[in-house]
């Protein structure tokens, strides 16, 4: 009896951690795996705002300009995001220019960051226009 006990144990603790390293991978890719995205940022500069901390208290010399991107793929997926520029110095985006980021389905990565026209894809140059 022991041994049928011990066996069903053991295949529990098996299945229970194949299932918490699925389930770990899957968010891993879906909020940490990102592809490179393209978008324009809008003519319209966001208003410049002081920013506020996790807690929404207001952080003292700090200011953010929220944006609204609708990011462009390699595949040619429209992905629309938030960001959040902050800083002490902060300066808003150039209206107008293109900006590069990794994007995932759920954040940004990395970035974004202003690249030259010429550096973006021409398939994903005309869907940003």
């Known amino acids: 009896m022991k041994k049928i006990f011990l066996v ?3 295949f529990l603790i ?3 951690g194949f299932f918490i390293f699925k389930n770990g991978n899957e968010y ?3 909020r940490y795996n990102g592809e490179v995205a393209y978008a324009k940022v809008p003519d319209k500069i966001p208003s410049k ?3 506020k ?3 929404n ?3 003292k010399g700090v200011y953010t300009y929220k944006y609204h991107f609708k990011f462009v793929n390699e595949k040619g997926q429209v992905i629309s995001m938030e960001h959040y ?3 002490e110095h902060v300066k808003p985006l150039k209206p107008g220019s293109i900006v590069k980021a990794e994007v995932s389905n759920q954040l940004i990565v990395k970035g974004p960051n202003t690249v030259n026209i010429s550096d973006v894809p021409k398939r994903i140059i ?3 226009n």
């Open 57 to 59: 208290k207001v952080v």
């Open 85 to 87: 520029l902050s800083g």
């Open 49 to 51: 705002e002081q920013a």
């Open 28 to 30: 891993y890719q879906n």
């Open 14 to 16: 098996v299945l229970l």
């Open 126 to 128: 005309n869907k940003l």
């Open 8 to 10: 069903i144990l053991a």
């Open 53 to 55: 901390d996790s807690n």
